[in-house]
């Protein structure tokens, strides 16, 4: 079991910044892939950045060039820095853990954090 907790989440204009963060408990932090979603109101939850137990990344088109995740093992946390945002980026971001064991993927979720993207 692992238990997750975001934060960082906030109001801010376009064009400007957040770094959202969630650690986690529970569990052997290291071993997990680390993923951040959002869900827009009326959207689908959708999948934005990933970051592999061994430190490979991956981005959705939408925040390409614009997010940056990275993980501190040390620190069981796992980070987004989102810049240059725009209205569009309005939605809850939330965090999840993954990991496969004998074959079997788990897959753990924090509570979520709003970002809201308005002038």
């Known amino acids: 079991q692992v238990q997750l907790a975001e934060s960082g989440g906030g109001l801010v204009q376009p064009g400007g910044s957040l770094r959202l963060s969630c650690i986690a408990s529970?569990?052997?932090?290291?071993?997990?892939?680390m993923n951040w979603y959002r869900q827009a109101p009326g959207k689908q939850r959708e999948l934005i950045a990933s970051?592999?137990?061994?430190?490979?990344?991956s981005y959705a088109d939408s925040v390409k060039g614009r997010f940056t995740i990275s993980r501190e093992n040390a620190k069981n946390t796992v980070y987004v820095q989102m810049n240059s945002l725009k209205p569009e980026d309005t939605a809850v971001y939330y965090c999840n853990a993954e990991t496969v064991v004998l074959k079997v993927k788990y897959g753990f979720w924090g509570q979520g954090t709003q970002v809201t993207v308005s002038s």
């Open positions: 970051i592999t137990s061994g430190g490979s990344t």
């Open positions: 529970g569990s052997i932090f290291s071993l997990y892939d």
